[in-house]
């Protein structure tokens, strides 16, 4: 974000935080006006009626003596009550007999009307109405209506001042932040530099040994074999098993280099992305393992993906070939291959019903060189799995795998659809 973004948004921060202030400010004073109005009402309304009451008391002998002058003296006590604006004594006829005016013309706010039954023991000589204005409500509400505004405007004030002397202090602190990331992002790039070169380096000198490590094992193998068919009759038994030793291990070992170098290549080889009939991938493969006739693949539904064809034919190689292998003791072997389409990927799964595996070693299944079988139960070099992880992953998918000794096992895989 730049400066003058930072700054805008800092500016309508600041409006907006001194929005909800002055908001906030007229909503307490409306709440305190309509409180204050309703208490001073009520108060003024109680008033009125005490005085209505002695007023009409006192004025009841001027009615009944038909005293004009009498009725105006003692409307003229309202004198004293400057809130009353005006006041009227009736007769029995409902005339007006009396009245006073007082020296208030009214308020914005309305009036009170008090009236009251002027009587004389049981008798009813007439009805007194006074009514007051609420001037003196109006007052204070206008008083505190300037206390508000210039609350409002000292908080305003008082906030520019606060935002201006922090301007400089936030304005700080985001350079030093953003030199901070700037600073992180650079260490991120140099680590994970290094971090690939490394592992550059270990994949390029992985290849470099098992590369160099062919040629001595098969020509161990070879010598082995040679000096045990050519002189071997002229050999005592021991180092007959002794030589046959010495080649089955330089076998091994050729094999591992071989296995060392699929596993190498299968990350250093650029990916060539395309439509694969992951169908036909894999009944081709089954067909070069298994073999045409009696096989005990069976083949269900499986989607096509898009992918390296190439290194997914290595994919169903292994899966398939391990299935095969440690299914070979079941009567009869039984291997399904099938897959279904999940949201944006496709999962795939070889399913078998051979030796199987106990779940708290699944951890270890895709590790380079790790077994959970000993070489003379099955043979293998312990990176089939390790390659099949390998190419999954550089497809953006997952491998995982389940099953329980004696029971089978499945491995699953997932592409993009």
């Given at each position: 974000?730049?400066?003058?973004?930072?700054?805008?948004?800092?500016?309508?921060?600041?409006?907006?935080?001194?929005?909800?202030?002055?908001?906030?400010?007229?909503?307490?004073?409306?709440?305190?006006?309509?409180?204050?109005?309703?208490?001073?009402?009520?108060?003024l309304e109680?008033?009125?009626?005490?005085?209505a009451?002695?007023?009409?008391?006192?004025?009841a002998?001027?009615l009944?003596f038909?005293?004009?002058?009498?009725?105006?003296?003692?409307?003229a006590?309202?004198?004293?009550?400057?809130?009353?604006?005006?006041?009227?004594?009736?007769?029995?006829?409902?005339?007006?007999?009396?009245?006073?005016?007082?020296?208030h013309?009214?308020?914005?706010?309305?009036s009170?009307?008090?009236?009251?039954?002027v009587?004389?023991?049981?008798?009813?000589?007439?009805?007194?109405?006074?009514?007051a204005?609420?001037?003196?409500?109006?007052?204070?509400?206008?008083?505190?209506?300037?206390?508000?505004?210039?609350?409002?405007?000292a908080?305003?004030?008082?906030?520019?001042?606060?935002?201006?002397?922090?301007?400089?202090?936030?304005?700080?602190?985001?350079?030093?932040?953003a030199?901070?990331?700037?600073?992180?992002?650079?260490?991120?790039?140099?680590?994970?530099?290094e971090?690939?070169?490394?592992?550059?380096?270990?994949?390029a000198?992985?290849?470099?040994?098992?590369?160099?490590?062919?040629?001595?094992?098969?020509?161990m193998?070879?010598?082995?074999?040679?000096?045990?068919?050519?002189?071997?009759?002229?050999?005592?038994?021991e180092?007959?098993?002794?030589?046959?030793?010495?080649e089955?291990?330089?076998?091994?070992?050729?094999?591992?280099?071989?296995?060392?170098?699929?596993f190498?290549?299968?990350?250093?080889?650029?990916?060539?992305?395309?439509?694969?009939?992951?169908?036909?991938?894999?009944?081709?493969?089954?067909?070069?393992?298994?073999?045409?006739?009696?096989?005990?693949?069976?083949?269900?539904?499986?989607?096509?993906?898009?992918?390296?064809?190439a290194?997914?034919r290595?994919?169903?190689?292994?899966?398939?070939?391990?299935?095969?292998?440690?299914?070979?003791?079941?009567?009869?072997?039984?291997?399904?291959?099938?897959?279904?389409?999940?949201?944006?990927?496709?999962?795939?799964?070889?399913?078998?019903?051979?030796?199987?595996?106990?779940?708290?070693?699944?951890?270890?299944?895709?590790?380079?060189?790790?077994?959970?079988?000993?070489?003379?139960?099955?043979?293998?070099?312990g990176?089939?799995?390790?390659?099949v992880?390998?190419?999954?992953?550089?497809?953006?998918g997952?491998?995982?795998?389940?099953?329980?000794?004696?029971?089978?096992?499945?491995?699953?895989?997932t592409?993009p659809?």
């Open positions: 974000m730049n400066g003058t973004a930072r700054t805008s948004l800092r500016g309508r921060m600041l409006l907006l935080s001194l929005l909800s202030a002055g908001v906030a400010l007229v909503l307490a004073l409306a709440g305190l006006g309509a409180r204050e109005y309703l208490a001073s009402r009520g108060d109680e008033r009125l009626a005490v005085l009451r002695i007023i009409a008391e006192n004025g002998p001027a009944a038909a005293d004009e002058r009498a009725a105006a003296d003692v409307l006590t309202l004198r004293s009550a400057p809130h009353v604006t005006e006041a009227r004594l009736f007769g029995r006829d409902g005339e007006v007999f009396a009245q006073y005016r007082g020296a013309a009214g308020s914005a706010l309305g009170v009307t008090a009236r009251r039954e009587r004389l023991g049981s008798d009813r000589l007439g009805e007194l109405v006074i009514v204005d609420l001037h003196e409500l109006e007052a204070r509400l206008a008083g505190y209506a300037v206390v508000a505004l210039l609350t409002l405007v908080a305003l004030a008082a906030s520019a001042l606060i935002h201006a002397a922090m301007r400089g202090r936030v304005a700080h602190a985001e350079e030093a932040l030199e901070l990331n700037r600073t992180l992002e650079e260490k991120v790039r140099s680590r994970t530099a971090l690939e070169r490394a592992v550059s380096e270990l994949e000198f992985s290849y470099s040994v098992s590369h160099d490590l062919r040629a001595p094992a098969r020509a193998a070879g010598f082995a074999g040679i000096l045990r068919e050519d002189h071997g009759a002229a050999l005592p038994p180092a007959l098993r002794a030589l046959k030793r010495i089955d291990s330089a076998t091994h070992m050729g094999r591992l280099t071989d296995d060392l170098l699929e190498s290549r299968t990350g250093r080889t650029p990916l060539t992305l395309a439509p694969v009939d992951m169908r036909a991938l894999a009944a081709s493969v089954a067909q070069e393992l298994a073999g045409p006739e009696a096989s005990p693949v069976r083949i269900g539904r499986v989607p096509p993906a898009r992918g390296d064809a290194l997914l290595q994919v169903w190689r292994n899966l398939i070939g391990n299935a095969l292998k440690f299914s070979r003791e079941a009567r009869p072997p039984v291997i399904e291959i099938g897959g279904e389409r999940r949201g944006a990927a496709v999962e795939y799964f070889v399913r078998d019903n051979g030796a199987g595996f106990d779940m708290k070693y699944a951890g270890k299944l895709f590790g380079v060189f790790e077994r959970l079988h000993s070489p003379e139960e099955y043979e293998g070099t990176v089939g799995l390790a390659i992880q390998r190419i999954v992953q550089r497809h953006g997952r491998v995982s795998a389940e099953g329980a000794p004696g029971q089978g096992a499945t491995f699953r895989f592409l659809a």
